[in-house]
């Protein structure tokens, strides 16, 4: 079956700096990748995707890089700001419309 | 749109007692999902319903727990009876046709 793992349960980084949050998986049939946010008390929420025919997508200060090859994905955000603090989770779908998300990391943004 | 509304946002029970949990997805979309999240296990996809059918309920962890879909507007995941290693906070999402799914608040259940 799937699994998605995180290479750190945990990351801090000095404001302003550039956070990266990695992720490997297993699946190598998976052809959609997403990273959700998850601030406390709240639901996760989307914050980029990725298609496996892509190896790099950006947005607002996040970058997703794909490496097909060795099965990891990563997320990128620049110039971290203290409202970037939350926990981080890599999905894949895993069949039909089903997401397997892994277990998270939690940046947190040091002033 | 209001997006993905769960209630209660809170819920405190004591062990045995039934609980409701209760979603209403985005309008337009045909697929809810109900998810679990403990910090022991993190997010796990309980059950899906994909046009108020549904799809896939292996994550559902046993018998006390069931789930439905009446309409493309309203679905329901019950407890009964509650136990307190059912304590956890309880999402409900939906998606369109794409993959993205997108998040209600969460219901925090505590079972004492």
């Known amino acids: 079956g799937e699994s998605v793992g995180l290479h750190l349960p945990t990351l801090s980084v000095q404001e302003g700096d550039n956070s990266i949050i990695n992720c490997a998986y297993s699946n190598s049939a998976s052809d959609y990748f997403i990273w959700y946010k998850q601030e406390s008390g709240k639901g996760p929420q989307f914050i980029i995707d990725i298609r496996s025919n892509m190896d790099k997508r950006q947005g607002q200060r996040v970058t997703v890089l794909l490496n097909k090859t060795v099965k990891h994905l990563s997320l990128q955000i620049a110039a971290t700001q203290p409202g970037d603090s939350a926990v981080y989770f890599c999905a894949l779908v895993g069949g039909a419309q089903k997401l397997v998300f892994g277990q998270g990391t939690r940046l947190t943004i040091n002033p | 749109d209001a997006g993905v509304i769960q209630s209660p946002r809170h819920e405190v029970t004591e062990m045995g007692q039934e609980v409701t949990l209760r979603c209403k997805p985005i309008?337009?979309?045909?697929?809810l999902f109900w998810y679990r999240q403990t910090m022991m296990r993190g997010l796990e996809l309980l059950i899906y319903f994909n046009n108020n059918v549904p799809i896939d309920d292996s994550g559902m962890p046993e018998d006390r727990f069931s789930a439905k879909m009446p309409n493309a507007s309203f679905s329901t995941l019950k407890i009964q009876p509650s136990e307190p290693r059912d304590s956890a906070v309880y999402f409900c999402?939906?998606?369109?046709?794409?993959?993205?799914?997108?998040f209600g608040p969460g219901t925090r259940l505590t079972v004492t």
């Open positions: 999402a939906s998606s369109g046709q794409a993959y993205e799914q997108y």
């Open positions: 309008s337009g979309h045909n697929s």
